[in-house]
């Protein structure tokens, strides 16, 4: 290395700048990616095509730090409670944001005139990670939209599966929650409870009998949803 050149090992502000140089390159790959292939993939996911027919499906590369997925706007064909207007809700939002510290895969639920849901949004992913990993995971994150649309509008109804999949991410995501950033509350109560228990015989000896079952139903979740989905800080 050059004498005079600054050591990124030494230097934090270059070091930061040239992760984001190297970030630019993976949101780049995920904003070529063509409307054609984008929706390709989003009409493989069952119950896409009735929420585009409702909502339109828009596709947004207007901010070069992300990619975003939203469904749009629809009357909700009653007034709203105070009778001033008639209702309309938007439907939810998935977006790939790059950031300092890498990408957040960010879940918008869908909002009305009359209902919204307590948390403003769910991080599915926060750090780093590759655009290629991302668009390989893309169209399960589309179904997690597809799901999320069903269960966060007043209006729509939603499937078993869909439902349980909705609660389980909303206790292992950190969300924005009053526009406060929220961690994962089922990792906070799981711990609590470890910590709290092992001073106990009762409660150490039940934690030992739940082990394997945590076990087998964490190797359930990463099959289900991706190892790549855990990555969440």
């Known amino acids: 290395m050059n004498a005079h050149s600054p050591d990124p090992r030494r230097n934090p502000l270059l070091a930061m700048w040239q992760r984001r140089r190297d970030m630019r390159h993976e949101i780049s790959l995920l904003q070529n990616q063509s409307d054609e292939a984008i ?131 909303r206790r292992v995501c950190s969300r924005g929650e009053g526009g406060k950033f929220r961690k994962a509350p089922g990792w906070s109560v799981l711990l609590g409870i470890a910590s709290f228990g092992a001073r106990t015989f009762v409660t150490a000896s039940f934690l030992s009998i739940l082990k394997p079952i945590g076990f087998a139903l964490a190797l359930w979740v990463v099959a289900w949803l991706g190892w790549d989905w855990l990555k969440l800080t």
């Open 39 to 169: 929706l390709e993939r989003a009409h493989r996911v069952s119950g896409f095509d009735e929420l585009e027919r409702i909502y339109s499906f828009w596709i947004d590369r207007s901010n070069p730090d992300t990619l975003q997925f939203s469904f749009g706007n629809r009357s909700m064909f009653r007034l709203t409670t105070d009778r001033s207007k008639t209702a309309a809700e938007n439907g939810p939002t998935l977006v790939y944001s790059l950031g300092d510290i890498g990408f957040a895969t960010i879940l918008y639920p869908a909002k009305s005139d009359l209902a919204r849901t307590f948390e403003d949004h769910l991080f599915l992913q926060i750090g780093a990670t590759s655009g290629i990993k991302i668009i390989e995971g893309m169209e399960r994150d589309l179904k997690i939209l597809v799901a999320y649309a069903h269960v966060s509008s007043i209006d729509m109804t939603a499937t078993l599966g869909e439902r349980w999949r909705i609660w389980l991410l």
